[in-house]
């Protein structure tokens, strides 16, 4: 087995091919596969060495994709492939399980935890240059104590031990929910952002993807379905923002219904830098 130390997510690009070769070299050979392929190759794969191991014997787990191939908001063959491996009970130690999942996958391959994600480090292999991967146990949020009926999220600890708890199921019911009701605009608007984003010179880091999705999420779907085309929506979604009051503008919620986007947590952002983002992207 081999366990690598804790690092940051990021790869080092002298080590690892860039996620656009491995992409390239599997269209290639596969022909020309969309993502929903490089989603279900990834959880195969992963399930797979995941057998290979006894140590996780009775353990009740799902795994699933999330983020922008899940997602359709991807713009491009280096757009990681984000996996969620969760445990199915929420009353288990999370460290626990993220060890014993370090240990089975340690004997396939060499691997490594970053800042939130388990990566494999197996040069020239999909689990190894495209996959992300989040281990999590089940979180379930009541409406009211005693209730019967609840929401299924995910917990899990950063690099720091800070506690998340998110949603990536309710995240992608309501992404395609809403771009069913504005006739495909949101997630078009989502990749358009993204473009503009990279055009604007602004770093990942700075403005994540995840909240500049939740941000067009909140613009109302009026906004969207009002525009005569696709750039037109992205433009309305950016003046609605930047024209959104002070206090509804605080009080936005995640894409997931569930969390809400601004805030001192480890998954949320201040508003008045997300402001800034959105006018530099506005001028771009």
């Not at 790869?11 to 596969?30: H, K, M, Q, S, Y």
């Not at 991807?74 to 460290?95: C, E, Q, R, T, Y």
């Not at 569930?258 to 530099?280: E, H, S």
Request: aromatic share 8%; hydrophobic share 40%.
């Amino acid at each position: 087995m081999v366990v690598r130390a804790p690092v940051g997510c990021g790869r080092p690009a002298g080590r690892w091919r860039t996620n656009r070769a491995i992409a390239d070299e599997l269209a290639a050979v596969r022909g020309a596969q969309d993502d929903a392929f490089l989603v279900e190759q990834a959880k195969a794969q992963l399930r797979a060495a995941l057998g290979r191991s006894p140590l996780l014997d009775g353990c009740d787990y799902e795994v699933f994709g999330q983020g922008s191939r899940v997602n359709d908001t991807s713009v491009g063959a280096a757009s990681d492939i984000d996996l969620v491996l969760m445990l199915k009970n929420p009353d288990a130690s999370w460290a626990g399980f993220r060890d014993h999942v370090l240990a089975t996958l340690g004997e396939s391959f060499p691997v490594h935890m970053g800042r939130r994600c388990l990566n494999v480090d197996e040069p020239g292999t999909l689990l190894g240059e495209m996959v992300d991967v989040l281990v999590a146990t089940e979180h379930r949020r009541y409406p009211v104590r005693g209730a019967g009926a609840y929401q299924q999220g995910v917990f899990f600890r950063d690099h720091d031990g800070r506690p998340i708890v998110n949603f990536p199921k309710q995240h992608r019911r309501n992404g395609d929910a809403k771009d069913v009701r504005t006739g495909g605009r949101f997630k078009a608007a989502v990749r358009t952002i993204k473009r503009v984003r990279a055009l604007a010179g602004l770093d990942h880091a700075a403005a994540p993807s995840y909240l500049l999705e939740c941000l067009l999420y909140a613009v109302p779907d009026h906004v969207y379905r009002a525009a005569a085309s696709f750039p037109d929506a992205y433009r309305g979604a950016l003046g609605w923002l930047r024209r959104c009051d002070r206090e509804t503008f605080a009080e936005l919620r995640c894409q997931n219904g569930m969390n809400r986007l601004f805030g001192a947590g480890p998954d949320q952002w201040d508003p008045a830098g997300a402001g800034r983002i959105i006018d530099v992207l506005h001028e771009s």
